[in-house]
């Protein structure tokens, strides 16, 4: 009787707390095995490039998943979709924690990854179910879960894998993402369908085509050779692909993506901002867990995965934060120049990490810097894209956003990866990356914030289009 109450009027901060739970529980996936990655190879008995798809393989799915999973939401509903999705993220969890040879695990991690499309179909049912008065907060809370989760993840992880088995972060994946599996179905209301149609297959196809030989050009270039046949071939196969693909989206009656909507100033110049801004938050992820883990006798700081993750802290601590004051400054100044603060304080973040010699306070420092500019443009994404489109779209086109999100993560995990690999060194106490690799990994990531922030002047200011407003009951 109470879950029934419960789904039929839930109270706004509990269908709040219930749609931020889940997205910090799938947001995590993307950073699970981060603190254990330099490991893995010897732990499964396979190549380090075989291992580091056991990352890479989780974020192109997280990519893939979020415009499919926001156009499945319009279509049928979005708590049914996303529901759908906890559940599979529980099935990989399980297959994981289980797996015994590589591949099966990565096959784990790539349905892991499909969680992330419950982060814009919980933004979509916040537009559809809050009052106007909690529908700035809780957007921008839900829409921060995509990095808060990632990075209060790292020390979570370190602590279970530095204190018992690593195939223990699987089972509590499984355990965290199955409780937020029956929160929801107890509290989230039923949506019904908002626009019906065909799913487009093809264009779902294309889509994964397009980004995976995009994902490997970036990934393998440097170990290819920038100017060899196999990555010239495979970049063209990438951009055919892409360009059929959109062809496609802009002539079928049911595309997966509506471009024409995707196209507007305002959509277009936030969703390519979003990925830059998803690059620059990532990329120190990658870089400074293995800086502060290495021995010294490599140039790292040697320090446990557990220490090591701590200083890390502060990037989710500042996102978590930066949540209702960006709210407040949402309401003052607009979402537009919300997002242009929390890009320009990425640029302060990484000329800090440039200039200053790396320390493990300073490193601490950046990363709280680069947590507060994310939490900023995090919270800031969503309103003004949903201020841009119609109301039956808002599933879609946040998909879309969270899936520009997901491709800049993506990249920086592939492009900084391949930096380090192809700046490794030999020394007498083993292999690793050299301190001129760390620097230009942390430089790229700077040329990212900075196009983010210059991205992010050229979104038109004002609304766009409709109000954030929820729609009306019967639309409902």
Not at 2 to 10: F, G, K, V, W
Not at 122 to 144: F, K
Not at 380 to 397: G, K, R, S
Request: with cysteine.
């Amino acid at each position: 009787m109470l879950l029934a109450m419960l789904s039929l009027r839930p109270r706004p901060w509990l269908l709040i707390a219930t749609l931020a739970l889940a997205g910090l529980c799938v947001a995590q996936m993307q950073t699970i095995l981060i603190p254990v990655q330099s490991e893995l190879p010897a732990l499964l008995g396979t190549s380090r490039e075989a291992a580091s798809w056991l990352v890479t393989g989780t974020l192109l799915a997280s990519a893939i998943c979020t415009p499919i999973a926001g156009r499945l939401g319009d279509m049928y509903g979005k708590r049914r979709v996303a529901v759908a999705l906890l559940s599979v993220v529980v099935v990989g969890s399980v297959v994981g924690a289980t797996a015994q040879g590589v591949e099966l695990l990565i096959a784990g991690r790539v349905l892991q990854g499909l969680g992330i499309g419950v982060i814009p179909l919980g933004i979509a049912i916040l537009r559809d179910e809050l009052p106007p008065e909690r529908l700035g907060g809780g957007i921008a809370l839900v829409s921060a879960t995509l990095g808060v989760g990632g990075a209060l993840g790292l020390p979570l992880s370190a602590a279970v894998a530095q204190f018992g088995h690593w195939r223990m972060l699987f089972w509590l994946s499984a355990a965290g993402v199955g409780l937020c599996l029956a929160l929801y179905i107890a509290v989230v209301p039923p949506s019904r369908p908002a626009t019906g149609g065909q799913f487009d297959l093809l264009g779902a196809a294309g889509l994964a085509a397009g980004l995976s030989a995009g994902l490997l050009v970036i990934s393998q270039g440097s170990m290819w050779g920038w100017l060899s046949p196999l990555t010239i071939g495979t970049g063209g196969a990438a951009l055919t692909i892409s360009l059929g693909w959109a062809w496609w989206q802009m002539r079928t009656r049911f595309p997966l993506v509506d471009l024409r909507t995707s196209i507007r100033p305002a959509v277009l110049t936030t969703n390519i901002a979003s990925a830059a801004m998803g690059f620059s938050l990532f990329a120190v992820n990658i870089v400074y867990p293995q800086v502060l883990a290495l021995p010294e006798a490599l140039d790292g700081f040697g320090l446990t995965l557990l220490t090591a993750s701590l200083f890390l802290t502060p990037s989710g601590i500042m996102m978590l934060a930066m949540t209702p004051v960006s709210t407040l400054l949402m309401r003052r100044v607009g979402a537009r120049s919300v997002f242009t603060l929390g890009a320009a304080a990425l640029v302060v973040g990484y000329l800090f990490a440039v200039v200053v010699p790396m320390q493990v306070w300073s490193i601490a420092v950046v990363s709280g810097l680069i947590g507060a500019g994310a939490g900023l443009g995090y919270a800031a994404m969503p309103t003004l894209i949903l201020d841009a489109v119609p109301a039956v779209e808002a599933a879609a086109a946040n998909g879309l956003n969270t899936l520009m999100r997901a491709v800049g993560t993506t990249a920086a995990a592939s492009l900084t990866a391949g930096i380090l690999a192809q700046g490794s060194r030999v020394l007498s106490a083993g292999t690793a990356p050299s301190p001129a690799a760390f620097e230009a990994a942390l430089i790229v990531g700077l040329a990212a914030s900075v196009a983010c922030t210059l991205l992010t002047l050229a979104i038109p200011h004002g609304k766009t289009g409709l109000s954030i407003t929820p729609r009306p009951v019967a639309e409902t």
